[in-house]
């Protein structure tokens, strides 16, 4: 497997890194560990208004992030590297996605203000909409149990399918959920046999990861599906989220539903965002800095 590690030297992007610490990579996987130093838009020229010194103070401290992670997640059996990149931030950590054919992009939050209104970082943001894998954006080091959240739509399924091909989350406890929207007459008043879709919905995904080696069980609450969710993770203690995008896609980018975009937001916890595989190109990087490369095969 392959997984791309966007690092800052923040506390955010620590929390990350150690998230990517406790996911069960199988043998032979890779983590690329991945640093940016920001640049103008129209030129290599400093963006950030910092004077020579300072700036350079700032490229070796991200240097030694960069470096302190690729060592931490080396394994016997996980490679891990380090690479540097001048350019605008979102925009390399996509295009290096693409050109390492990452499985996984995996970022921290870097959001603001009190749990009820928790804003999601610019950067993230931005990453979550056009990777052309997964996105996993880190609030908490430790992930803790999982709330996987379904409905039925084929990211959904997406989400499923990619936990049960990909077990990095090893013994963690999964619950499955399925939240009915309350708020349409439609799904008030339908017969009682209708109402057993969500049902339906939750059980099956919870028995395909089950068939996987999950310890996974389901339930299906009613109500708004953002609040559902984020209320649901919180009361059974969920360090993550992972459901679908329910996006739209086009030539160039993916847009992320309002509900995956609402739970982004506002939920404590980490999110892990599915969308369905898209085709994107790899464009060069503006600039490589300086890579700080380790694999397992020298260590």
């Known amino acids: 497997m392959r997984v791309l590690l966007a690092v800052d030297g923040s506390a955010s992007a620590d929390a990350a890194r ?64 380090g690479m540097i990149i001048v350019g605008r931030p979102a925009t390399v950590i996509v295009d290096a996605a693409a050109r390492h054919r990452a499985e996984l992009v995996v970022v921290g939050s870097r959001g603001r203000g009190p749990v009820a209104s928790m804003l999601l970082g610019s950067v993230s943001a931005e990453v979550v909409d056009h990777a052309p894998c997964p996105v996993l954006v880190v609030r908490r080091p430790v992930l803790g149990s999982v709330l996987v959240a379904v409905d039925g739509s084929p990211s959904a399924d997406a989400a499923v399918t990619y936990l049960t091909a990909n077990r990095i989350l090893g013994d963690h406890q999964v619950e499955v959920l399925s939240v009915a929207d309350a708020r349409h007459d439609a799904l008030v008043d339908r017969r009682a046999a209708d109402r057993q879709e969500p049902d339906a919905v939750a059980a099956l995904a919870a028995m395909r990861l089950r068939a996987t080696g999950y310890r996974a069980r389901w339930s299906v609450g009613e109500g708004r599906p953002v609040q559902g969710i984020i209320d649901t993770a919180r009361d059974r203690g969920c360090g993550l989220i992972v459901m679908g995008s329910r996006g739209m896609t086009g030539l160039k980018r993916i847009v992320v539903g309002s509900v995956a975009r609402g739970v982004l937001l506002h939920s404590s916890a980490s999110v892990m965002i599915v969308h369905e595989p898209v085709r994107a190109e790899a464009r060069e990087p503006e600039e490589t800095y300086r890579a700080a490369e380790r694999s397992s095969a020298s260590a």
């Open 18 to 81: 150690h998230a990517v610490t406790s996911f069960a990579l199988p043998t032979g996987s890779i983590v690329h560990v991945l640093g940016v130093i920001e640049s103008g838009h129209d030129s290599m020229a400093p963006s950030d208004g910092l004077d020579p010194l300072t700036r350079a103070a700032g490229v070796r401290a991200l240097t030694r992030a960069v470096e302190r992670a690729a060592t931490s997640l080396q394994r016997v059996d996980v490679a891990a590297d």
